[in-house]
């Protein structure tokens, strides 16, 4: 998620403390994160 995240939204509301996932869009393109998450799936195993 090049976004970043709420604590306070949506399944995780009441459930952690407040530490949010800043933007990753300052340092990743999003071609580039989808390309690692494609990579990361291919770890897997089968």
């Known amino acids: 998620m090049v976004e970043g ?3 306070y939204g949506s399944h995780w ?3 952690v403390s ?3 996932m800043p933007p990753n869009k300052v ?3 999003e071609v ?3 390309k690692l ?3 990361i799936l ?4 089968k």
């Open 5 to 7: 995240s709420n604590p």
């Open 13 to 15: 509301k009441d459930k």
């Open 18 to 20: 407040g530490l949010a």
């Open 27 to 29: 340092a990743i393109q």
């Open 32 to 34: 580039d994160a989808k």
């Open 37 to 39: 998450v494609k990579w």
């Open 42 to 45: 291919t770890l897997a195993p």
